[in-house]
């Protein structure tokens, strides 16, 4: 093998280098670089990762809808951009749409499915899908039942109801789409069996805005980089959304309610989660936002409230020399309002309000915070004066772990965190401690004012 090697290394200076991997080797030429940066792909020939539409007949599907008129009758009649304004009633699936059209259903159009297979399968360009009502998909992850699949660029999908589906509304490989004031809600399912209300799959620059998910799976977001997400609302699922992989998604203004898991950043980097409301999420993987090997984010204006953890972080930031910045937050009434599993360095924390958290903050491996930077917070229990009222405490604010470091460092410890025997060790810690505590964060401007009840978020 090391022979080989060697015949390898020996072969390098033959391999023409020009072009290859220019921003690592060194290139000067900076138009050439932006030239590959703005390109756009969507004129690009379609290069297929994933199987291939297959939707079972409607012979094949449930009776009930065997009497409908099938949908697809109206489609194939409507010339290619076209308006087609069916008349209301219900109609059978499935529906394979290969070209563009508008198709408004004016919210009295239902297409069903027969609890088989997919209902709906966009596969092209310039689509406008409104006013329907697409119910009855099949029931198998195997084959991605949904209500709605879409594989194409620049479509609108606004207004629908989406119920009684497994999946509903499936992107992949589709790019500057906007899918906008849907309703979406999966079968009737325990949890973990349910299908994703909403799935971005290789599909960029896409707008999620003023949607409803709700007792689905999860909202996830795998391999998309450049998606907007406005205003959506997600209840009673387990992940309100969920980025794999996935690089430069803004999440702003989102109301996210009794999820298990509010937003979750997963190998992903260049994140904006800003203004948005993430409440109760609880049970024992509650967490309002969860980071996992993702760098360089911003957190900016949240209110996370009622949540098990406000923030966890699990090794991140990640990418040397990165950062993620929390920025004007309300971390109020979490079980832990910041939980990280190491002491690593890259936080900056400014201008955030920490209010009636049974913990303020928990570092595992018998770490501390104070690698990153706490600036001008208010910490409600701050103990000292601001005597000048220019609204900075006189004194900063210090945070120590006394037998604290008991629960941190053995999880099953956790439930007895505020009983009574825990809390009288504690105490006589805080009066007497045995060793010296440790520092876990050091604010030395805390805000003497929550800015939050001010109004100034």
């Known amino acids: 093998m090391r022979l080989w090697g060697l015949f390898f290394l020996l072969l390098l200076p033959a391999i023409p280098l020009t072009g290859l991997c220019s921003d690592v080797i060194g290139g000067d030429d900076e138009a050439e670089r932006s030239v590959g940066l703005s390109a756009d792909m969507n004129n690009m020939p379609r290069v297929d990762v994933d199987k291939p539409v297959h939707l079972v007949p409607l012979y094949l599907r449930d009776k009930r809808i065997h009497g409908l008129r099938p949908f697809q009758e109206l489609v194939d009649a409507a010339p290619a951009g076209s308006i087609l304004r069916p008349k209301p009633g219900n109609y059978s699936g499935p529906v394979h749409l290969t070209k563009p059209l508008t198709i408004d259903g004016g919210g009295k159009v239902s297409i ?8 709906f399968v966009v596969e092209t360009n310039g689509v406008t ?20 699949n879409v594989r194409g660029h620049h479509n609108l999908i606004e207004n629908n109801v989406i119920d009684d589906c497994l999946f509903g509304i499936d992107l992949k490989q589709s790019n500057n789409n906007t899918v906008r004031g849907n309703r979406i809600r999966s079968k009737p399912a325990d949890l973990g069996v349910r299908g ?7 599909s960029m620059n896409n707008r999620i805005e003023k949607n409803q998910v709700v007792d689905s799976r999860d909202m996830v977001v795998w391999y998309s980089n450049g998606n907007k997400f406005y205003h959506n609302y997600g209840a009673r ?19 996210f309610y009794d999820n298990a898991v509010g937003v979750y950043l997963m190998y992903s980097d260049h994140s904006l989660v800003r203004n948005n ?4 999420a609880t049970g024992a993987t509650g967490m309002g936002i969860g980071f996992k090997e993702a760098s360089d984010a911003l957190l900016e204006g ?6 098990a953890l406000g923030l966890s972080a699990d090794l991140s930031p ?5 950062k993620i910045i929390l920025k004007n937050n309300r971390l109020a009434y979490n079980g832990i309002a910041i939980a990280f599993n190491s002491d690593l360095a890259g936080y900056e924390v400014v201008g955030n309000s920490f209010e009636g958290n049974i913990s303020t903050l928990s570092v595992g491996g018998a770490g501390s915070g104070q690698r990153n930077t706490w600036r001008g917070n208010f910490w409600d229990e701050y103990e000292g004066f601001d005597r000048n009222n220019d609204g900075i405490g006189d004194t900063s604010y210090e945070l120590y772990d006394y037998a604290d470091r008991l629960w941190m460092e053995i999880p099953q410890a956790r439930f007895f965190k505020i009983s009574p025997a825990l809390e009288v060790l504690d105490f006589l810690e805080r009066l007497a401690p045995f060793s010296s505590p440790t520092l876990l964060l050091k604010d030395e401007k805390p805000l003497f004012n929550s800015p939050w009840k001010r109004g100034k978020k």
């Open 237 to 255: 699922s387990r992940y309100s959304i969920h980025f794999m992989f996935a690089h430069n998604n803004v999440v702003e203004s989102n109301r």
């Open 302 to 307: 949240n209110e996370i409230i009622y949540c």
């Open 318 to 322: 990640f990418q040397p020399d990165s």
């Open 129 to 148: 899908l409104r006013g329907l009502h697409l119910k009855g998909s099949g029931s198998s992850h195997d084959s991605d039942d949904a209500c709605l």
């Open 277 to 280: 409301v993430i409440s109760h």
């Open 112 to 119: 069903d499915g027969g609890n088989k297979s997919t209902v």
């Open 196 to 202: 994703d209300g909403l799935r971005l799959w290789y």
